[in-house]
Each structure stands twice: as structure tokens, then as C-alpha cells.
């Protein structure tokens, strides 16, 4: 079937942080600056840079959040708003799994991705989630996130595909946040003591004259 991912324009902070390819990088936003968004749509780009092995492009990304009750109506809501299932095809509601598998109009590839959505409500499900080998992960309101577990997605990241179909051709962890604070473990990794590779996008408030996502 052919489809193709739609999208619409993005602010300059949110569209930078779209097109970035560090291994590690976060978005800070007010409420409603589309920053989960841009983030459901660089994973979704980066499964259609991946590189091609016999014809089809190989990723499977982890999508997070902290609750369970918080990814159903908030995460996996705002996904199957962008990436619907009449389009993209059926979302299990039993595996938290949307597959695809598709040739996008025009294109030369085949597109395999898993997307797997993940609550981190108690120790079993953060077991579940190291276990996975991933392309990838995307923390959904990353300053909820425990930065043990952090530290244990990268290791996770670029495992699929493996080297048998190809190798990653991009892997990590992104994040998109409400403003964290000051004395938070985020600020030190990504703004007062910035890691070596992790990129930092901080949109303007909500208030600003340069505020993203105004309509």
C-alpha cells in the first residue's frame, strides 16, 4: 500500500530538533509547542533514513512514559492522531505494538518498523523495557523519567537491526519535556554540564513573541 508520512510545519526550535541526528537529544517546551510531536516524527524519520538490507529498511523504537494510564491517553493518543491506523495500519491494543510495513509512495525501500510502547509503573516493566533491543527510544516527558533508566537505554540503543540486517544507521534516545528544574539531574547532563553528544532544543515560552505552535 502506498502511504507516506504527513506533517505539518513545525517551529524553527521544534523543526531543528526534528532534523537532528546526535545520539542523544531533548526537547524543553511550554504545553501544546509540539515538541511530542517533532519527537514522534524523528523517530518516524529516522526508520526511513535507516539504511536498506535486500530491499527493506529494519527499526524498532521504544516509546516511554512513566504511567501506564499517562501513554494511553496521552502518548499513544497523540501517535494515532499523527500516524493513523487506517494509514499506517492496526495498533495492538494487547502488545502496545503498532507495526508497519509498507512501501511509501515513490519509494525504492520497504519500510519494517515496530514502534513499542512502554509504561514504567513498576520494577516489571522497567525489566521489560531493558530487555528490548531497539533502533532506538523515545521518552515521552523525559523530566519523569528515572535518569537510571536513562542511562541503561543507551545501552539498549542500536541493537536492531543487528549486524545480520545491516546495522543501525542511526541510534540513541530522545526526550521532549515540560521545563525541568534547576537542581534536576537533566539540567546537569544537558544545560549546566552538558554530556559530549547530547543536544539541548529549548523552545520559547508560551508567552514569548517568538512562541512555537501559536495556532
Same mark, same amino acid.
Given at each position: 500500500?502506498?502511504?507516506?508520512?504527513?506533517? #505539518?510545519?513545525?517551529?524553527?526550535?521544534?523543526?531543528?530538533?526534528?532534523?537532528? #541526528?546526535?545520539?542523544?537529544?531533548?526537547?524543553?517546551?511550554?504545553?501544546?509547542?509540539?515538541?511530542?510531536?517533532?519527537?514522534?516524527?524523528?523517530?518516524?524519520? %529516522?526508520?526511513?533514513?535507516?539504511?536498506?538490507?535486500?530491499?527493506?529498511?529494519?527499526?524498532?523504537?521504544?516509546?516511554?512514559? #512513566?504511567?501506564?494510564?499517562?501513554?494511553?491517553? @496521552? @502518548?499513544?493518543?497523540? !501517535?494515532?492522531?499523527?500516524?493513523?491506523?487506517?494509514?499506517?495500519?492496526?495498533?495492538?491494543?494487547?502488545?502496545?505494538? %503498532?507495526? !508497519?510495513?509498507?512501501?511509501?509512495?515513490?519509494?525504492?525501500?520497504?519500510? /519494517?518498523?515496530?514502534?513499542?510502547?512502554?509504561?514504567?509503573?513498576?520494577? /516489571?516493566?522497567?525489566? #521489560?523495557?531493558?530487555?528490548?533491543?531497539?533502533?532506538?527510544?523515545?521518552?515521552?516527558?523525559?523530566?519523569?523519567?528515572?535518569? @537510571?533508566?536513562?542511562? %541503561?537505554?543507551?545501552?539498549?540503543?542500536?541493537?536492531?537491526?543487528?549486524?545480520?540486517?545491516?546495522?543501525?544507521?542511526?541510534?540513541? !534516545?530522545?526526550?521532549?519535556?515540560?521545563?525541568?528544574?534547576?537542581?534536576?539531574?537533566?539540567?546537569?547532563?544537558?544545560?549546566?554540564?552538558?554530556?559530549?553528544?547530547?543536544?539541548?532544543?529549548?523552545?520559547?515560552?508560551?508567552?514569548?513573541?517568538?512562541?512555537?505552535?501559536?495556532?
Amino acid at each position: 500500500m502506498a502511504k507516506r508520512m504527513a506533517l #505539518n510545519p513545525l517551529g524553527p526550535v521544534a523543526s531543528a530538533f526534528y532534523a537532528d #541526528n546526535s545520539e542523544v537529544a531533548a526537547i524543553m517546551g511550554p504545553v501544546g509547542s509540539m515538541k511530542s510531536t517533532a519527537a514522534a516524527c524523528r523517530i518516524v524519520r %529516522h526508520s526511513y533514513e535507516q539504511a536498506p538490507h535486500n530491499g527493506i529498511r529494519y527499526t524498532r523504537f521504544a516509546i516511554v512514559r #512513566n504511567t501506564g494510564p499517562q501513554l494511553v491517553d @496521552t @502518548t499513544i493518543k497523540t !501517535w494515532l492522531k499523527l500516524f493513523p491506523e487506517n494509514v499506517y495500519g492496526k495498533f495492538s491494543s494487547t502488545s502496545k505494538t %503498532h507495526r !508497519w510495513r509498507f512501501k511509501p509512495s515513490g519509494a525504492k525501500y520497504l519500510i /519494517d518498523a515496530e514502534f513499542i510502547f512502554r509504561a514504567l509503573d513498576d520494577e /516489571d516493566d522497567v525489566a #521489560n523495557l531493558l530487555s528490548l533491543e531497539v533502533t532506538g527510544m523515545w521518552f515521552n516527558e523525559l523530566r519523569e523519567i528515572n535518569t @537510571t533508566i536513562l542511562a %541503561h537505554a543507551g545501552r539498549r540503543a542500536g541493537r536492531f537491526p543487528g549486524a545480520d540486517l545491516g546495522g543501525c544507521t542511526w541510534r540513541g !534516545w530522545i526526550g521532549d519535556t515540560n521545563p525541568w528544574s534547576a537542581t534536576s539531574d537533566l539540567h546537569e547532563m544537558f544545560v549546566a554540564d552538558p554530556r559530549k553528544g547530547y543536544a539541548y532544543f529549548k523552545q520559547p515560552g508560551g508567552m514569548e513573541e517568538d512562541a512555537e505552535n501559536l495556532e
